[in-house]
């Protein structure tokens, strides 16, 4: 194509992009309808030829695509020139040919009742609010999700930390108890008498205690079974007279049977103990009666009084 002398604007598209007078074409060749800035064509509609009676694109790019115009100063339609209808109708006889070759059609359900007319410009502004407006709800909802996910991400990590603290105070707390529990077995309390009674009085209120008693297994059999017995016990040794000691306070006993394997009826015995509270059991002269319950973490025969 060949430089035109005069590149003088001819139209301005929607978005502002001005279109120029076309270059003209050696004979023969399609005539496009104007140019863009960046040299692209615009090519006449197939009816570009006749006016219609609604709105119409300016024309369509290489790719399909339609034109439209704004507004410019009162002048005569470009179709409507003599050097613009030629070659129009022939792009308009080209396309429809082409259109047949390939089996398509051109819908033109909708140019054919349109004109050049033209959106003014408080139809442009309207429809640049209503895009901003779209824009606007669209970036509001979008803030509205990110906080909300971020209050969730804060919220999930506040339960998270809270029963992390948790888990970890109740682990130390279990670990100071089984520390204490340890030490206590370890160091279990040796008894006076009257504390030895305040323990056997209501030996609830001492559970879990750890102590250092005596006494005399007087029942270790079938009925009791292997890891129970019963005995008169004190708070300290009682040395035998005549095969007989002075344990007056009588209790139940329960451990491990491996603890208890050496242990006879008429066994004296020195026992680290914890308090479990208390037991009840059967007589057997059919009576019921409830005793302060021991568990032996600890067991020491030092005599018999069989």
């Given at each position: 194509?060949?430089?035109?002398?005069?590149?003088?604007?001819?139209?301005?598209?929607?978005?502002?992009?001005?279109?120029?007078?076309?270059?003209?074409?050696?004979?023969?060749q399609?005539?496009?309808?104007?140019?863009?800035?960046?040299?692209?064509?615009?090519?006449?509609?197939?009816?570009?030829?006749?006016?219609?009676?609604g709105?119409?694109?300016?024309?369509?790019?290489s790719?399909?695509?339609?034109?439209?115009?704004?507004?410019?100063?009162?002048?005569?339609?470009?179709?409507?020139?003599?050097?613009?209808?030629?070659?129009?109708?022939?792009?308009?006889?080209?396309?429809?040919?082409g259109?047949?070759g390939?089996?398509?059609?051109?819908?033109?359900?909708?140019?054919a009742?349109?004109?050049?007319?033209?959106?003014?410009?408080?139809?442009?502004a309207?429809?640049?609010?209503?895009?901003?407006?779209?824009?606007?709800?669209?970036?509001a909802?979008?803030?509205?999700?990110?906080?909300?996910?971020?209050?969730?991400?804060?919220?999930?990590?506040?339960?998270a930390?809270?029963?992390?603290?948790?888990?970890?105070?109740?682990?130390?707390?279990?670990?100071?108890?089984?520390?204490?529990?340890?030490?206590?077995?370890e160091?279990?309390?040796?008894?006076?008498?009257?504390?030895?009674?305040?323990?056997?009085?209501?030996?609830?209120?001492f559970?879990g205690?750890?102590?250092?008693?005596?006494?005399?297994?007087?029942?270790?059999d079938?009925a009791?079974?292997?890891?129970?017995?019963?005995?008169?016990?004190?708070?300290?040794?009682?040395?035998?007279?005549?095969?007989?000691t002075?344990?007056?306070?009588?209790?139940?006993?329960?451990?491990?049977?491996?603890?208890?394997s050496?242990?006879?009826?008429?066994?004296?015995?020195?026992?680290?103990?914890?308090?479990?509270?208390?037991d009840?059991?059967?007589?057997?002269e059919?009576?019921?009666?409830?005793?302060?319950?021991?568990?032996a973490?600890?067991?020491?025969?030092?005599?018999?009084?069989?």
């Amino acid at each position: 194509m060949t430089e035109p002398s005069d590149r003088r604007q001819i139209a301005v598209t929607n978005d502002g992009q001005p279109i120029y007078a076309p270059r003209q074409v050696p004979p023969g060749q399609a005539q496009p309808v104007g140019e863009m800035a960046d040299g692209r064509p615009v090519w006449a509609l197939p009816n570009a030829s006749e006016p219609h009676a609604g709105p119409v694109p300016f024309g369509l790019l290489s790719s399909g695509e339609p034109v439209w115009t704004q507004a410019l100063k009162a002048r005569r339609p470009y179709y409507k020139k003599k050097r613009v209808l030629i070659p129009a109708a022939v792009v308009a006889l080209l396309a429809f040919a082409g259109a047949g070759g390939d089996g398509g059609s051109i819908d033109t359900g909708d140019t054919a009742s349109a004109s050049v007319e033209e959106k003014t410009p408080e139809e442009v502004a309207a429809e640049k609010a209503a895009t901003e407006k779209a824009a606007a709800a669209k970036a509001a909802a979008d803030k509205a999700a990110a906080e909300k996910a971020a209050a969730e991400k804060a919220a999930a990590d506040k339960a998270a930390a809270a029963k992390a603290a948790a888990e970890a105070a109740a682990a130390k707390a279990a670990a100071e108890k089984a520390a204490a529990e340890k030490l206590a077995r370890e160091n279990p309390v040796a008894l006076s008498p009257r504390d030895f009674a305040k323990v056997m009085k209501d030996p609830d209120n001492f559970k879990g205690k750890y102590y250092v008693v005596y006494g005399e297994v007087y029942q270790f059999d079938a009925a009791t079974g292997n890891s129970n017995f019963l005995a008169n016990s004190g708070a300290q040794k009682d040395s035998m007279e005549y095969g007989f000691t002075e344990y007056a306070q009588n209790t139940s006993y329960v451990g491990d049977p491996a603890l208890f394997s050496d242990v006879l009826e008429g066994d004296v015995f020195k026992a680290t103990v914890r308090v479990l509270g208390t037991d009840s059991y059967d007589t057997q002269e059919g009576g019921h009666t409830i005793v302060p319950k021991l568990e032996a973490v600890t067991i020491e025969v030092y005599g018999s009084t069989l």
